[in-house]
C-alpha cells in the first residue's frame, strides 16, 4: 500500500502545468488524475450551486409580481427564496471552490474519501434546494447562515457541512510530498493549507457556540445570529486565505513577477491565518453577555482581517502594473484586478460601520464579491488544465469586469443609502425612503446588482460551453 501511495506522489510531483517548466514562480503543479477528476466534481457542485441560485432570484421576482405571486402557497415565499439563494451563491459555492483548491493541493492518498466529502455536499445541498417545496418552516434571515426553521432544511445543513468536515480532514492529512514545497508553488500550498486549519476553527467554532448560547432565551432570528457568528466569522478567514493564494497563482498566471520572496510570500499568508488562534481565548473569556461576545468577532475581524491582504495586494498591484498582457492571459488579469479593486472597497468600507445599516451589506458585498471574482478567475485558469476546454477569451475577459462594475455600483448605492440611515434586511415600505437621496441611492444598489447578475450569468455560459466535452 505504501508503495502505491509513493507511486502516485511521484506521478504528482511529474505532471506540472506549463507555467512550472517555464522557470516555476506561484503556480500549482497538477497533482494525478484522480485529484483533478475529484477536483472537478467540486467544481461542477460549485457551478450547480451558482445554477441554483439564480434561479431562486427568479423566483425571488416571481413571488413579488401581481397575480403570479398568488400561484405560490407559501405566506413569506419571498425570504425562503432569499434564504436559499445566499446560502447557494455564497455558502455553498464558496465551499464548494474550496474543494476544488484543496483536491488539486492534496496527494492521491484517500481519494475515496474525498469522493466521499463530495457526495455527502452534494446531497446536503440538494435537500436544501428542496427544503422550501418539501418542508414549509419560518425564514430567518440570520447572519451568514440564513436559514428556514425546519427540521428538513436542518438536514440538508448538517450533512453539508459533514461534507465539508470531511474534506477539509482530507485536505490536513494527505499531505503532498516534501518536493512539491518548495518556492512558489509551496507559498501557495501553506496558503490553502492554511485555509483548511481555518475552517478547522470555524467548524469547531459552530460546534462551540451551539453549547454556549442556551436556547429558548433568545428570540429565533437573535439565536442563530449568535450560533453562526463566531463560526461566520472565522469562515471569512478561510475565504480570505484561499482568496490571496489565489491572487498569487493568478499573478503568476498573467506572467506577472510578484516582487515578493516566496519566504515572504509564505509568512504573509501564515500572518493571515494567525487571528484564528484568539478565537479559542474569546470563547474561553465568555461571561454571558453575548453584546461583549459578538463586538470581539468583530474587532477581530477589522484588525486581523488586514494582516495578509494589504502586502500581498500591494504586492501583486504593483507586479501586475509592470508586467504585460496577452490575450491568452487577459480573463486572469480581469479577474484578478477587480478582485484587488474590489477587496480594498469592501475592506475599507469596514472601518465606517456603526449603525446597523446598509453599509455592513456594501462592505460583505464588496469583499464576498472579491472572493467570487478570484475563485472565477481560477476557475477560467483551471478549465484547460482540468480537461476541458479553454474559455471563450473575449467573454471571460469581459466577464469580470461587468461584474465587478455592477457589484461596485452595488455597493456605493448601499454606502449612499446607509449614509441616509437606510437599515439592511428590509424591504418595501420599511425601508423608509422619504427623499430622494434615499430613494436615488437605492435606486443605484438595484442597478449594480443587476449588472452584477449579468456578470454571473456570463460566467456560467461561459464555463458551460468550457465544460462540455
Known amino acids: 500500500m505504501n508503495s502505491t501511495y509513493q507511486q502516485a506522489d511521484a506521478e504528482q510531483g511529474a505532471e506540472v502545468i506549463g507555467e512550472k517548466t517555464r522557470g516555476g514562480g506561484f503556480a500549482l503543479s497538477m497533482p494525478s488524475d484522480a485529484n483533478r477528476k475529484l477536483a472537478a466534481g467540486w467544481l461542477w457542485l460549485g457551478i450547480a450551486s451558482l445554477v441554483g441560485a439564480g434561479l431562486f432570484a427568479i423566483l425571488l421576482v416571481l413571488s413579488r409580481t401581481p397575480y403570479v405571486q398568488d400561484i405560490f402557497p407559501w405566506v413569506d415565499f419571498f425570504h425562503t427564496a432569499l434564504v436559499v439563494h445566499v446560502d447557494l451563491s455564497v455558502l455553498l459555492w464558496f465551499m464548494a471552490f474550496a474543494g476544488v483548491l484543496w483536491s488539486l493541493n492534496s496527494s492521491a492518498r484517500f481519494v475515496g474519501v474525498g469522493w466521499l466529502a463530495l457526495v455527502l455536499a452534494s446531497v446536503g445541498a440538494a435537500i436544501i434546494v428542496l427544503s422550501p417545496f418539501v418542508a414549509v418552516g419560518k425564514p430567518l434571515m440570520s447572519n451568514y447562515v440564513p436559514v428556514i426553521e425546519s427540521t428538513f432544511f436542518f438536514t440538508g445543513l448538517i450533512v453539508f457541512a459533514i461534507g465539508v468536515a470531511v474534506l477539509v480532514l482530507r485536505s490536513l492529512i494527505a499531505v503532498p510530498s516534501a518536493d512539491l514545497w518548495r518556492g512558489g508553488e509551496g507559498s501557495i500550498r501553506i496558503g490553502f493549507y492554511a485555509a483548511s486549519i481555518s475552517t478547522v476553527f470555524a467548524l469547531i467554532a459552530f460546534g462551540w457556540s451551539y453549547?454556549?448560547?442556551?436556547?429558548?432565551?433568545?428570540?429565533?432570528?437573535?439565536?442563530?445570529?449568535?450560533?453562526?457568528?463566531?463560526?461566520?466569522?472565522?469562515?471569512?478567514?478561510?475565504?480570505?486565505?484561499?482568496?490571496?493564494?489565489g491572487w498569487l497563482w493568478l499573478a503568476d498566471a498573467c506572467g506577472a513577477k510578484t516582487p515578493l520572496t516566496t519566504r515572504l510570500a509564505s509568512a504573509f499568508l501564515v500572518l493571515g491565518l494567525l487571528p484564528v488562534f484568539y478565537v479559542p481565548v474569546i470563547y474561553l473569556s465568555f461571561a454571558g453577555d453575548m453584546g461583549a461576545y459578538m463586538e470581539q468577532f468583530t474587532q477581530l475581524m477589522k484588525v486581523g482581517g488586514a494582516f495578509a491582504p494589504v502586502p500581498l495586494g500591494l504586492a501583486v498591484l504593483y507586479a501586475i502594473g509592470a508586467a504585460g498582457s496577452t490575450a491568452a492571459t487577459k480573463p486572469q488579469r480581469a479577474a484578478l484586478l477587480s478582485s484587488i479593486i474590489l477587496f480594498a472597497i469592501g475592506g475599507g468600507i469596514s472601518l465606517m460601520i456603526g449603525d446597523s445599516n446598509t453599509i455592513i451589506t456594501a462592505h460583505y458585498h464588496g469583499t464576498g464579491g472579491a472572493i467570487s471574482l478570484a475563485f472565477m478567475g481560477l476557475a477560467f485558469h483551471l478549465l484547460p488544465r482540468l480537461g476541458y476546454r479553454e474559455p471563450d477569451l473575449k467573454w471571460a475577459t469581459l466577464m469580470p469586469y461587468i461584474y465587478g462594475a455592477g457589484q461596485l455600483l452595488h455597493i456605493v448605492g448601499l454606502l449612499w443609502s446607509g449614509g441616509y440611515g437606510v437599515q439592511r434586511k428590509v424591504a418595501g415600505a420599511a425601508q423608509g425612503l422619504h427623499g430622494?437621496?434615499?430613494?436615488?441611492?437605492?435606486?443605484?444598489?438595484?442597478?449594480?446588482?443587476?449588472?452584477?447578475?449579468?456578470?454571473?450569468?456570463?460566467?456560467?455560459?461561459?464555463?458551460?460551453?468550457?465544460?462540455?466535452?
Open 436 to 469: 430622494f437621496a434615499q430613494t436615488a441611492g437605492m435606486g443605484l444598489m438595484g442597478l449594480g446588482g443587476l449588472i452584477a447578475v449579468i456578470g454571473g450569468i456570463m460566467f456560467l455560459v461561459v464555463v458551460f460551453k468550457a465544460m462540455r466535452r
Open 211 to 245: 453549547n454556549m448560547i442556551p436556547q429558548g432565551v433568545f428570540e429565533s432570528t437573535q439565536y442563530y445570529d449568535l450560533l453562526f457568528w463566531g463560526g461566520g466569522h472565522v469562515l471569512q478567514f478561510t475565504y480570505s486565505l484561499l482568496m490571496l493564494a
